[in-house]
Structures are given as structure tokens and as C-alpha cells.
């Protein structure tokens, strides 16, 4: 079997979601006696390089940690944001850690078959769009400041301002399950 090789890009995996439905850090629950966190990490190994990225620093989170930029702002798009500003390579993985399913091979393939001239590289599964399983392009960072400074801080809507390509993942859908309450996590636990 070929070995993948690395994918020219960083990874940065955001844990700074309030989890108010859950009830608790989602990067802290478990999955088969695997914290979401380890699972997600594991799943970017592919990487040059992997950060986690949200508000606090805790002990119980030993991988390398960035804080965001704008500590005021809870949106995914602050996490885009910092990891942007912080990033040494043009092409750049943002992940949620509350996507339990997902594996290294569905992430190699939204790489793989993106465009590499586009602002961002979006997997689209049943015709919904995952932009925080996707790739951007450090370019745009200034964009996102603007949005940021202008109060408009949906990552949806960034997608329309920019060149956005779509990757349509005709299979395993089930890899893109949004992990969002206990309830989530035990259907998941199931199976």
C-alpha cells in the first residue's frame, strides 16, 4: 500500500465554541475511550504542522496552542481568523473538533480534488456545505478582518465574498456528523 504523503498545508483544530447544548467541552468527550481532541489530531497527521486554536490554554490539552487573536468575538471565524494570522503556508485545514467521525482519508480527498487557484476548498455532502472541514487560502486574511471589524462574523458568509470551490463528497456522509449534544454523542457511541 502507498504511503499518503504530506499535505502541503497546516491544520488547526478549534475547540473555542461555548458548548452550551452540550454542556461541556465537546473536545473533551469521549468516542470509544478516545477524547474528540486525540481523535481529531490523529486524523491531521497528514499535516506539516497541526495547532489547536480557542480561548484558554487548559492542561488537559498537551498539543500546540494558539490563542485567538480577538478574545471578545465567539464565532468560528475568529478561529479562521487567528489561524490565518499565525499560519507559515499559503493553504490552511480548519476543523471543529465536535466532528467525531471524520477520518484522514475524506480530508486527503477534499485536498486532492480541490482547486488550488481558489480562495478556499469547501467539502459540500447532500448539497450542505462544511466550512469548518476545509481548506483556506491565507490570502484572504484580510477579508476576514474586514468582516470581523464590520460585526459580520458567519463563516457561511465569508464563502460568498470569496472564491470558494466546492468538493462534492457523493460518499460518507455519515464522516461529517456535527457532533452538537449528549444526545449526539450517545446515537454516535451506538453504532
Known amino acids: 500500500m502507498k504511503l499518503a504523503t504530506k499535505i502541503q498545508a497546516n491544520a488547526y483544530i478549534l475547540i473555542g465554541g461555548s458548548s452550551r447544548r452540550f454542556g461541556s467541552p465537546k473536545w473533551a468527550a469521549e468516542l470509544n475511550q478516545v477524547r474528540l481532541i486525540d481523535h481529531i489530531w490523529n486524523e491531521c497527521e497528514r499535516f506539516q504542522t497541526c495547532h489547536v486554536i480557542g480561548k484558554t490554554l487548559t492542561e488537559k490539552i498537551d498539543y500546540p496552542f494558539i490563542k485567538d487573536e480577538i478574545h471578545e468575538i465567539q464565532s468560528p471565524l475568529n478561529g479562521l481568523y487567528t489561524a490565518l494570522m499565525n499560519t507559515n503556508k499559503d493553504w490552511n485545514f480548519i476543523i471543529s473538533c465536535d466532528l467525531p467521525l471524520i477520518t484522514k482519508d475524506i480530508i486527503q480527498r477534499i485536498w486532492n480534488n480541490g482547486n488550488k487557484t481558489a480562495d478556499a476548498i469547501v467539502p459540500l455532502v447532500d448539497l450542505q456545505k462544511h466550512p469548518l472541514c476545509a481548506f483556506y487560502n491565507r490570502k484572504i ?6 468582516e ?8 457561511m458568509d465569508i464563502l460568498k465574498l470569496i472564491q470558494t470551490d466546492y468538493v462534492d463528497i457523493k460518499k460518507n456522509k455519515n464522516q461529517f456528523f456535527n457532533m452538537n449534544t449528549k444526545r449526539d454523542l450517545e446515537k454516535i457511541s451506538l453504532h
Open 141 to 146: 486574511v484580510l477579508q476576514i478582518k474586514e
Open 148 to 155: 470581523i471589524l464590520n460585526n459580520k462574523l458567519k463563516v
